[in-house]
Nanobody, 122 residues
Framework: QVQLVESGGGLVQPGGSLRLSCAAS????????MGWYRQAPGNERELVAR???????ELADFVKGRFTIARDDGKKMVFLQMNNLKPEDTAVYYC????????????????WGQGTQVTVSS
């Protein structure tokens, strides 16, 4: 089985920074994309940032210039550095990855972590 485990959420004041980490483990043949989504109360889940294997980082417009995403393929990890946080960034942040658990093309699945709360408040 594949698991995604996030860490690094918490409470931070406006203008502060947080770094989220996500580690993938289990039966993994290959990872396509790794990234982060978020969901605030009453809102739909939205893409924050992701990196497709061999591609450039993709960032939502509302975080460009403030957030960066990095991926460590050797450790099967993805990181989200969040700077200049705003109250509207408050949400549950979910790690997501597109993974082939084995060599069969049809085995591809999207996996999700359990989510980590980020609260930006003074």
């Amino acid at each position: 089985q594949v698991q995604l485990v996030e860490s690094g959420g918490g409470l931070v004041q406006p203008g502060g920074s947080l770094r989220l980490s996500c580690a993938a483990s289990g039966s993994i043949f290959n990872i396509n994309y790794m990234g982060w989504y978020r969901q605030a109360p009453g809102n739909e889940r939205e893409l924050v940032a992701r990196i497709i294997s061999g591609g450039s980082p993709e960032l939502a417009d509302f975080v460009k210039g403030r957030f960066t995403i990095a991926r460590d393929d050797g450790k099967k990890m993805v990181f989200l550095q969040m700077n200049n946080l705003k109250p509207e960034d408050t949400a549950v942040y979910y790690c997501s990855a597109g993974i082939f658990p084995d060599a069969r093309p049809g085995s591809y699945l999207d996996f999700w972590g359990q989510g980590t709360q980020v609260t930006v408040s003074s």
